[in-house]
């Protein structure tokens, strides 16, 4: 008898893994593919001396989440590199949006508009590790008096344009379609708010030598303290994990339906059945032979791009991708991580890694696409380019399954589906079959490489099946 199996070796799957390994339980984890990581993979995938991130590859949440905290990235062997900016946004060939690291230098090139976003970050900065614990938590607490109060008046006001200049309210659109849906939105304004304000804080960091590193520093904390790991290894049904006292599921709403649903009663299972799954990443990866020629020079400095000109063109391109419409001007986004990593490739040979907003389900090849929204803010983009490669949204599910129709958000982000995620249940990580759970970034906080799901459904465990009430030493009081 196994205490715990793990199915699904994403960052949320690893994080339960390793704080039930932690705790003293036999832990195992079966991934599908033969390599782990789920969506935090890297591979060379035109050169031997070249590191592509194959999915996720700016972490702003992995150096600010409580679990992360607690794991304690640098002793385990994590750089995690910081650019001088975090992310840019050119609005026009004359006009740019920049978010320093540095809030003052940002306030400062912002002119006229900078007080209005010192007054917005400076307060969430000041208190960031309480806003961020609050916001990736597992929303069953009432939140404490306090910083809790900066955020209702900040998403709100984010629903309207807060600034003169089109350059602040063009930054803050990029990060809200980090959520892949319609905007303005409450869960748009959250998002804004927490990566927004991170960008000053804790950075929007790339891991030295891709976000792999991230995947083996988990895998090998969970073999130090016992786990074990089996790749290649396929869990099509409940049954075949009749051997552990708990199951943890690191899948989407549909993988729980396959693995368990013929045992799930029924009204569960209509309600997974009901979950909505959002637009689709295609995603594009180019090797380039020198750094993006962009027309406003100061974009070489940042480690992450969102191309989609101000915030109602923003807007106007995820409203369309929500409603099933390809848009016109689709809003994209860059990571060019040797800005901050140079360790990924060679001078003349670069990693750029990009991917846009498709309806759910899109064929389309996104490269030219890509290519030409780039091209618009770095005239010659397209002779630099030595090799590119394309998955379309639709293909996605076959790289990694929990991304349904290319939705990487395991469930769309929408306010019910924040409230109710997956399914609206006091303990939302806790199914009706006895000792399994879902760990996913289907439940809360959502999607991101944060392990905040993981930790919450490891929580759920230890306490109800193991009669654990503490985490292990590091993460006591998360």
């Known amino acids: 008898m196994t205490d715990a199996v793990v199915v699904g070796s994403g960052p949320n799957g690893l994080a339960a893994a390793v704080l039930l390994a932690r705790a003293g339980l036999s832990v195992e984890v079966h991934e599908a593919a033969a390599e782990l990581g789920g969506g935090a993979r890297s591979a060379r995938l035109f050169d031997a001396d070249v590191v592509h991130d194959v999915c996720s590859a700016v972490h702003p949440m992995a150096v ?3 679990f992360f905290r607690g794991f304690d990235l640098a002793a385990h062997g994590v750089e995690m590199c910081q650019p001088e900016i975090a992310y840019g946004h ?6 740019t949006g920049l978010a320093y690291a540095d809030l003052d230098r940002t306030c400062e090139r912002l002119g006229p508009d900078g007080a209005r976003w010192r007054r917005l970050m400076a307060p969430l900065v000041e208190h960031s590790r309480e806003v961020t614990g609050l916001l990736l938590d597992d929303l069953r607490h009432l939140p404490s008096p306090g910083p809790a109060a900066l955020l209702p008046p900040r998403v709100l006001a984010l629903q309207a344009d807060l600034f003169r200049g089109p350059e602040a309210s063009a930054l803050l659109a990029g990060v809200a379609a980090h959520t892949t849906g319609r905007l303005p939105s409450l869960v748009g304004g959250g998002t804004a708010v927490l990566l927004g304000h991170l960008a000053h804080a804790t950075g929007w960091p790339v891991p030295r030598g891709g976000t792999q590193v991230l995947v083996e520093a988990l895998a090998a904390d969970l073999r130090a303290h016992g786990g074990r790991i089996h790749t290649t290894s396929r869990v099509t049904d409940l049954r075949q994990l009749a051997h552990a006292r ?3 599921l690191d899948v989407s709403p549909r993988g729980l339906l396959d693995i368990a649903g013929a045992y799930a009663p029924a009204g569960y299972r209509r309600a ?7 637009p689709g990443a295609a995603k594009v990866d180019f090797l380039v032979s020198e750094p993006i020629p962009w027309r406003e020079r100061e974009l070489a400095k940042a480690g992450t791009i969102h191309i989609g000109g101000t915030r109602a063109e923003v807007h106007a391109a995820e409203n369309a991708v929500a409603s099933g419409r390809r848009a016109a001007e689709p809003f994209v986004l860059v990571a060019q ?9 060679l001078p003349h040979k670069q990693p750029i890694w990009a991917y846009t907003h498709v309806p759910h389900g899109d064929p389309l090849d996104a490269t030219d696409v890509v290519r030409r929204r780039i091209e618009r803010f770095a005239p010659g983009f397209g002779d630099t380019i030595l090799a590119s490669r394309a998955i379309p949204a639709s293909k996605l599910e076959a790289y990694n399954a929990n991304y349904v129709g290319g939705d990487i958000s395991a469930a769309a982000v929408t306010l019910r589906q924040v409230v109710g995620r997956p399914v609206l249940r006091w303990n939302t990580y806790r199914t009706p079959l006895g000792g399994v759970y879902l760990c996913s970034g289907a439940t809360p906080p959502g999607p991101g490489v944060h392990g905040m799901a993981g930790l919450h459904a490891a929580k759920a465990v230890l306490r109800k099946e193991f009669g654990i009430d503490e985490l292990p030493v590091g993460w006591v009081g998360s």
């Open 246 to 248: 708990a199951v943890l």
């Open 90 to 95: 050119p609005v026009d060939e004359r006009r």
């Open 272 to 278: 997974l059945e009901k979950v909505r799954y959002g």
């Open 64 to 66: 600010a989440s409580p």
């Open 337 to 345: 991580p040797m800005v901050a990593d140079p360790s990924r490739g």
